[in-house]
C-alpha cells in the first residue's frame, strides 16, 4: 500500500518546502485540490519542477470548466515536466460549484466522465480528435459552427500515451462505470468496513466489464492521521470538515455527502447536520456530526488504533493511503504510518 497527501496552499516557498519535506518522508502521491481557488495546473506544474520521485496526482479538476481536449492537454504537460509522474484526477464537482462559480449547467455527470475518458486517451495516443459522443462531438458539426474544424493529432508527442486516469465518485453509478474505465477510483469519507455493504455491488459491476489491459483498479482513500491518546480531544478536528460536507455542500436533496452519510446508515444525524449547516449553526453541525463517523472514516487515535484502522484500509482494497497529518511533526507520523502500512 502506499502513500499519498494533499500539498495544501500556501506561498511559493511553503509549498516547496513541504512537498520536498514529504517526498523526504515516504510521500509517494502529492495530490492537488482546485475547489473554487487557484488553479490545480499550475500547482502541479510547480510539484514537477520542486520534487523528483512522487507522483503528482490532481484530486479533482473538474471537466465541467474544461473541454476534453484541454485535460488532455494539460496531463501531457504535467506529464512532460514531471517525467511521466501525472496522475489525472478528474471528477464532477457539484451543481453550487459548476453552476454557480463557472455557470456552467450540471448535467449528466457519468455519461460525461466516461466520455472524456475516452477522448483523453485518443489525444495522448495522437489520434485525430474525432469523436462522436452524446455530449461531445468532435469536430463541431458543420450545422452547429463555422464547418471548419478538422479532426486534429496533438503536436507534440506525450511522454506516455498512456496517462493514468482516477475518478473521484461515490454514486453507484458513477462508481460502476469508474471500476469498468478509468485506472482509479477516489472516494471521499471511506470507510472501509462498509464500503461492501456501500459500493461493492457498483464496483463488481464495473470490474466484470473491466478491460484487461487497465490492470487493477487502484482505490485512493483516507484521512487525517494523528497519533494519541486524548482520543475526544483530538477527533474535534475532524468535525468542522465533515460538517461542512454534510451539511453545507449542496442543498436539500441534492448533497451527495450527505447521502453517502445516510448510506453509512447517519441518516437522521446527516439531515440535523445540514439543518444546522445551512441555517448558519455551523458549530452546532460540527457538535451534531455522531462519534461513531469520526471514528470510522479518521485514522486519529492510539497507535494501536491507527495500526489497526491501516490494516483496515488494506484489507478493504485500499493500494493508496491519503495520510493527512497535521502538527509540527509529521514526518515521524508518516514514517511510522508507511511501516504499518507495508507490514
Given at each position: 500500500?502506499?502513500?499519498g497527501a ?14 520536498q519535506r514529504?517526498?523526504a518522508?515516504?510521500?509517494d ?10 488553479d ?12 523528483e520521485?512522487v507522483?503528482?496526482g490532481?484530486?479533482?479538476?473538474t ?8 485535460l ?39 455519461g ?26 468532435l469536430?463541431?458539426p458543420e450545422?452547429?459552427?463555422t464547418?471548419?474544424g ?9 511522454v ?8 473521484a ?9 469508474v471500476?469498468?474505465?478509468?485506472e ?20 463488481g459491476a ?12 487502484e482505490i ?7 497519533i494519541?491518546d ?11 470538515n ?12 441534492r448533497?451527495?455527502?450527505?447521502d ?42 492510539p ?12 484489507a478493504?482494497g ?16 508518516i ?9
Amino acid at each position: 500500500m502506499r502513500l499519498g497527501a494533499g500539498i495544501g496552499r500556501g506561498s511559493p516557498e511553503q509549498i516547496r518546502a513541504r512537498a520536498q519535506r514529504l517526498e523526504a518522508a515516504g510521500i509517494d502521491v502529492l495530490w492537488v485540490a482546485e475547489l473554487y481557488g487557484l488553479d490545480g495546473v499550475s500547482l502541479m506544474g510547480f510539484l514537477a519542477g520542486v520534487t523528483e520521485r512522487v507522483q503528482i496526482g490532481s484530486s479533482i479538476l473538474t471537466f465541467y470548466s474544461r473541454t476534453p481536449t484541454l485535460l488532455a492537454m494539460s496531463a501531457a504537460g504535467v506529464d512532460a515536466l514531471s517525467g511521466g509522474r501525472c496522475i489525472l484526477g478528474i471528477g464532477a464537482s457539484g451543481p453550487q460549484v459548476i453552476e454557480g462559480f463557472h455557470g456552467v449547467p450540471y448535467e449528466a455527470p457519468v455519461g460525461r466522465t466516461r466520455e472524456v475518458i475516452d477522448i483523453c486517451r485518443k489525444v495522448w495516443k495522437r489520434e485525430p480528435t474525432s469523436y462522436s459522443g452524446r455530449y461531445y462531438t468532435l469536430p463541431v458539426p458543420e450545422d452547429q459552427g463555422t464547418g471548419l474544424g478538422k479532426p486534429l493529432r496533438m503536436i507534440d508527442h506525450p511522454v506516455r500515451d498512456r496517462i493514468p486516469v482516477y475518478v473521484a465518485a461515490i454514486g453507484p453509478a458513477n462508481v460502476e462505470m469508474v471500476a469498468r474505465t478509468a485506472e482509479g477510483w477516489i472516494p471521499i469519507f471511506f470507510w472501509p468496513e462498509k464500503a461492501g455493504e456501500v459500493w461493492g455491488g457498483s464496483l463488481g459491476a464495473g470490474r466484470a466489464n473491466r478491460d484487461p489491459e487497465l490492470g487493477e483498479l487502484e482505490i485512493v482513500a483516507g484521512g487525517t492521521v494523528i497519533i494519541g491518546d486524548d482520543v475526544e480531544h483530538l477527533r474535534e478536528s475532524a468535525r468542522p470538515n465533515l460538517a461542512l460536507y454534510i451539511g453545507g455542500m449542496g442543498a436539500r436533496g441534492r448533497n451527495f455527502y450527505n447521502d453517502l452519510a445516510g448510506r453509512y446508515g447517519y441518516e437522521k444525524d446527516a439531515a440535523a447536520i445540514q439543518d444546522a449547516y445551512l441555517d448558519g449553526r455551523k458549530d452546532e453541525a460540527a457538535a451534531l456530526v455522531p462519534e461513531g463517523l469520526i471514528e470510522a472514516t479518521t485514522l486519529i487515535g492510539p497507535a494501536g488504533f491507527v495500526r489497526d484502522r491501516v490494516a483496515a484500509y488494506r484489507a478493504a482494497g485500499v493500494s493508496i493511503l491519503n495520510v493527512n497529518a497535521p502538527g509540527p511533526d509529521a514526518e515521524s507520523t508518516i514514517a511510522q504510518v508507511r511501516e504499518w502500512a507495508e507490514a
